[in-house]
């Protein structure tokens, strides 16, 4: 079984412009997380989609979206980017919404974004 | 919001040693994850606790759920440096989002 596939591993982006990172959660899993780390701050939780529909969401600018497809696949767009952007955005796919009780979450790999 | 505290920061041991490392949450929780992560990559999950008094292990890591549910910790017996990397605990509360701890940094001295 496949696990969770982040693409792309690697971005270089320039301030201002936008940037869509996509994950693919394990088959059969309905949720998938999306969080931003950083040296020093942990795992910031953006926000959380499971059958299309967006459940929670973190504390950050409306710069940050989301949305999921009906396969479960999500993306995460950020526009206008500043340099306080770069990090490591992660996503996590578990089989049924967070808080549902015995949900596990696995994480893909992540892509590492660079803001220059 | 909801907080996990892990401290410290940063561990060091000498291979061969045991260490243990917790996590304490000013809430209860109904579920306790643990996972590592290496750099450069995404967290595994190592170890899911469910009931509180839970103890279950996983080769050298055991990890068990607080009778309070308001904390959990790890342990991992016999370090190797393969076991280097970022431990992370997360809890859920019922019908809430995971909430994870700022992760310890263990390293392991040969």
């Known amino acids: 079984k496949a696990g969770v596939t982040q693409t792309p591993r690697y971005l270089i982006k320039t301030r201002g412009q936008q940037v869509t990172l996509s994950c693919s959660p394990i088959?059969?899993?309905?949720?998938v997380s999306w969080y931003q780390q950083t040296p020093g701050q942990g795992l910031q939780f953006l926000f959380e989609?499971?059958?299309?529909?967006?459940?929670n969401k973190g504390n950050f600018p409306g710069r940050f979206s989301g949305r999921q497809f009906s396969n479960s696949r999500s993306e995460m767009n950020v526009s206008t980017l500043e340099l306080g952007d770069s990090a490591l955005y992660l996503c996590?796919?578990?089989?049924?919404?967070?808080?549902?009780?015995?949900?596990?979450?696995?994480f893909g790999q992540g892509t590492r974004l660079t803001v220059v | 919001g909801q907080q996990l505290n892990q401290s410290p920061q940063s561990m060091f041991i000498q291979e061969g040693e045991d260490v243990s490392m917790n996590c304490t949450s000013s809430?209860?929780?109904?579920?306790w994850l643990w996972y590592k992560q290496d750099p450069g990559e995404g967290p595994v999950l190592l170890i899911a606790?469910?009931?509180?008094?839970e103890l279950t292990s996983n080769g050298r890591l055991t990890a068990q759920f607080g009778i309070t549910r308001k904390d959990s910790f790890l342990n991992i017996s016999a370090s190797i440096p393969s076991d280097v990397g970022i431990y992370f605990c997360?809890?859920?509360?019922?019908?809430?989002?995971?909430?994870f701890g700022k992760g310890i940094t263990l390293s392991v001295r040969p």
């Open positions: 996590a796919s578990s089989l049924g919404p967070q808080g549902a009780g015995n949900t596990e979450a696995f």
């Open positions: 088959s059969g899993h309905r949720s």
């Open positions: 989609y499971f059958s299309e529909t967006q459940r």
């Open positions: 809430s209860i929780f109904n579920t």
């Open positions: 606790l469910y009931k509180a008094g």
């Open positions: 997360a809890g859920q509360e019922a019908n809430s989002k995971l909430t």
